[in-house]
């Protein structure tokens, strides 16, 4: 049963010309990601998956290539982007963070309400609607990047390592939103992450990455029933050895990128 494709990448290459010279952070893209896929991306320090996000995001141009999103022609944003930090704005209380994109959208006020209070239900936000950043925890501020990215509904989400500044329980429990968030909406997803765990619990599929110039130079399909636990990837066979495979791979670029430099 094959799905519709969400996002299409061809060719693209990015360089960044500096001083020193020029840098190539993309070297050759080419990806499609599946309507309603979950991917992770995994890959060295500097291998430009943050570049990547960007360029999907819109906010950088590719030196090289294109890429689609594909719309379903109903008017909502191509995109929304959450971030590790910088994610809420710091003088709106938690519930004008979720509702600010549809504002700026003029939408109706009662959808406004009804998405606003679905979403910040759905993350744990309820009791703390009217608070504002600075009181909040670093895994509540994380929780209103998500609530605010999913309640502007757009076509697909991307995710630079959301949940990487937390601790492992905290970081649990938001990917369980995320997940539980995901299924709803069947929204497409495209994530970075540093942690191998993260993107072996989240993934339907991991694309690793060369250290620079960034390649995609491994796909790994993670076939696995959800929910997953933390357990399944330490005790199932499949995954223990995915977890192995990833990691191996993230040492040889690391150290393949030292000799670069040396
Ligand atoms: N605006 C920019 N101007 C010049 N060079 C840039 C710019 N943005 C990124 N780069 C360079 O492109 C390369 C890729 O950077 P990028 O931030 O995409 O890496 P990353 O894979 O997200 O790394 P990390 O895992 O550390 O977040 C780096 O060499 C970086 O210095
Ligand atoms: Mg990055």
Same mark, same amino acid.
Request: net charge negative; glycine share 6%.
């Given at each position: ?162 949940? *990487? ?8 429990? @938001? %990917? /369980? =939103? ?5 299924? &709803?909406? +069947? ?52 995954? *223990? ?8 791979? @993230? %040492? /040889? =670029? ?5 000799? &670069?430099? +040396?």
């Amino acid at each position: 049963m094959g799905r519709k494709a969400k996002i299409i990448i061809r060719n693209l290459t990015k360089a960044f010309y500096k001083k020193q010279g020029s840098v190539t952070a993309l070297d050759d893209i080419n990806l499609t990601i599946d309507d309603g896929e979950f991917v992770c991306i995994v890959g060295p320090s500097g291998c430009g998956k943050s570049t990547l996000l960007r360029i999907l995001a819109g906010l950088e141009n590719p030196s090289i290539g294109e890429f689609t999103i594909a719309t379903d022609g109903e008017d909502r944003p191509l995109q929304s982007m959450v971030f590790q930090e910088r994610g809420v704005i710091p003088w709106l209380t938690v519930e004008k963070n979720v509702e600010f994109g549809l504002k700026m959208r003029h939408l109706p006020k009662e959808l406004i309400k009804e998405r606003t209070a679905y979403y910040l239900k759905k993350t744990g936000l309820e009791k703390f609607s009217s608070l504002y950043p600075k009181e909040l925890s670093g895994g509540m501020k994380q929780r209103v990047s998500i609530a605010r990215a999913f309640a502007n509904d757009p076509e697909i989400l991307l995710m630079d390592e959301p949940f *990487a500044a937390l601790d492992e329980q905290n970081k649990f429990i @938001l %990917q /369980e =939103e995320l997940l539980s968030i995901w299924s &709803e909406t +069947g929204k497409t997803i495209l994530f970075i992450t540093h942690s191998i765990d993260e993107a072996l619990l989240l993934s339907d599929r991991i694309l690793l990455m060369s250290s620079q110039p960034g390649r995609i130079i491994r796909e790994i399909i993670v076939d696995m029933p959800r929910p997953r636990k933390i357990e399944d990837i330490r005790e199932n066979p499949v995954m *223990a050895g995915q977890f192995v495979e990833i990691w191996k791979h @993230l %040492q /040889e =670029e690391v150290q393949q990128s030292r000799r &670069e430099d +040396g």
